[in-house]
């Protein structure tokens, strides 16, 4: 072929794929159009460690009918268990709402791994549902969705990009024009996206997200960006005071986009899935990343709160008990002791654009037992994250 086909060849390959994917995205909106949590009234007492007598008091406080439905069942969904747990008072909440102070820093915790298909976008997902829906101080949780293929962004987001919303590869290439009297700050804040979760909000990604490679090789050649690394970080910085907690997804990669990404974080969690291939993948990654550090560290980034590797995909069976020995010889202070199990629960979930805190038990379609286990396994893993933050919270707050 000569370059005038070769051109029109890459040409029809983008077609082809755009026709796909918007066919793709279609069929998942109708097929599975995400609705709010619900729960019965033995999981709305459960969730808020009342009794039944005292939520149905709080539920008709707050106005709310839970047997309007066409079935008249007992059902209330996640804003609305919100706007009860409002009402409670402290006495009776699991946990007084989180109110975090100035020396109580955003923490923003990067998901990271060069290697492919270790769960990084299922885990972003997860930890960030979990975080603001499991643990009653009502964290405000952000997700920023890095990956220029937007799977994260399917989960909170599916329409962003038909509905014209910007996406983080526009806040970074700015691609965008202020309204007027709009600021900056203003724009970013509207570009998080309300979710299904009343506490969890979405900077989505979008396909066009992919040209920010090209982008930045573009600006950097050309002397047009001085700092090249912290235009994600500027971008959260507009936002600081409005969530606790921001998850970062990233690229099976490491551009431009991973290294903002790095550096816009406080801690690193490197997802690692528990095959010979993926650990052997990962090794080599980390042999290598003493020199990604060296580029942040030259960029003045003030070091990580906290660094660790989270398993994901444990299966059981003598191989993987033997691959986890050998991580734990060389990894040993890294490791979190819970891992991701692999569960059809949450491959279930997935395919439905949920995460096992998106739905309640009676929701799910499948067998109960193995949500439930795959929940509390999600919960286990969550939390040890969610310590690593509270720690660094009470030593900036003593500090």
Not at 73 to 85: F, G, L, P
Not at 184 to 201: E, K, Y
């Amino acid at each position: 072929m000569d370059t005038q086909q070769t051109t029109a060849t890459f040409q029809s390959l983008k077609d082809g794929a755009d026709s796909y994917i918007k066919r793709r995205n279609l069929r998942l909106l109708a097929n599975h159009r995400k609705e709010l949590r619900n729960f019965t009234r033995a999981e709305a007492s459960t969730y808020l460690g009342i009794d039944a007598k005292t939520l149905d008091k709080y539920v008709a406080a707050a106005n709310i009918d839970p047997r309007r439905h066409e079935d008249s069942q007992w059902n209330i969904d996640i804003e609305e268990m919100y706007r009860v747990r409002d009402l409670l008072p402290e006495t009776l909440r699991k946990e007084n709402k989180f109110i975090r102070s100035n020396d109580q820093k955003l923490q923003v915790v990067v998901i990271q791994n060069q290697k492919g298909g270790v769960g990084k976008t299922v885990s972003a997902a997860t930890i960030a549902s979990g975080l603001a829906t499991e643990f009653h101080q009502e964290y405000r949780i952000g997700l920023i969705d890095m990956d220029g293929q937007a799977t994260l962004s399917m989960y909170y987001a599916p329409e962003a990009e038909q509905e014209g919303n910007l996406s983080v590869g526009d806040l970074m290439m700015r691609n965008f024009e202020l309204d007027e009297g709009e600021t900056f700050d203003q724009a970013v804040s509207d570009a998080f996206l309300a979710t299904t979760i009343p506490n969890l909000r979405i900077l989505p990604a979008s396909q066009t997200d992919r040209a920010i490679e090209g982008w930045f090789h573009e600006q950097v050649f050309s002397h047009k960006l001085a700092s090249p690394y912290s235009i994600l970080s500027d971008i959260i910085d507009a936002v600081r005071d409005e969530f606790d907690i921001i998850i970062i997804d990233t690229p099976p990669s490491l551009g431009y986009a991973t290294y903002n990404a790095y550096f816009a974080a406080t801690s690193v969690v490197f997802p690692l899935s528990i095959t010979e291939n993926d650990i052997d993948a990962t090794c080599s990654y980390f042999s290598y990343i003493p020199q990604v550090w060296a580029l942040l560290a030259n960029a003045n980034h003030q070091g990580y709160d906290f660094m660790k590797i989270m398993l994901t995909n444990h299966r059981d069976s003598s191989t993987t008990t033997e691959l986890m020995n050998s991580l734990y010889d060389n990894f040993a202070p890294y490791i979190y002791s819970k891992e991701f199990k692999h569960s059809e629960a949450v491959r279930q979930a997935s395919s439905l654009l949920s995460t096992v805190f998106d739905m309640s038990k009676s929701e799910y379609p499948k067998s109960k037992a193995t949500f439930q286990s795959a929940q509390q396994n999600s919960y286990e893993v969550t939390s040890q994250i969610l310590r690593d933050i509270v720690n660094v919270w009470r030593e900036q707050e003593q500090a």
